[in-house]
Nanobody
Framework: QVQLVESGGGLVQAGGSLRLSCAAS????????MGWYRQAPGKQRELVAA???????NYADSVKGRFTISRDNAKNTVYLQMNSLKPEDTAVYYC???????????????WGKGTLVTVSS
């Protein structure tokens, strides 16, 4: 199996910055796609940013120019640098990865438990 553990959430004032990290561990053969989703109270979970193993990225329009996703393939870790945070960025942020575990040898989606980001006005 593959486990994802997020860290770096917290409370920040509007205009501030936070950096989220997510490390994948377990009997991993390879990690393909990695991404960050978020879910605000009363809203559906939405994609924030994603990155492939080769480094191609994709961002939600609402975070373009403010958030940067990156990854360290050697550490199976993905990061989300969030700058110029706004109150509407308040949400639980979830790490997602498509990975191949040694126990299955097929690509599956895995999710972290989430980390809360609160942006005060």
């Amino acid at each position: 199996q593959v486990q994802l553990v997020e860290s770096g959430g917290g409370l920040v004032q509007a205009g501030g910055s936070l950096r989220l990290s997510c490390a994948a561990s377990g009997s991993i053969v390879s990690v393909n796609y990695m991404g960050w989703y978020r879910q605000a109270p009363g809203k559906q979970r939405e994609l924030v940013a994603a990155i492939t193993s080769s480094g191609s990225t994709n961002y939600a329009d609402s975070v373009k120019g403010r958030f940067t996703i990156s990854r360290d393939n050697a550490k199976n870790t993905v990061y989300l640098q969030m700058n110029s945070l706004k109150p509407e960025d308040t949400a639980v942020y979830y790490c997602n990865a498509n990975a191949i575990a040694a126990s299955t040898y097929r690509g599956m989606d895995y999710w972290g438990k989430g980390t809360l980001v609160t942006v005060s006005s």
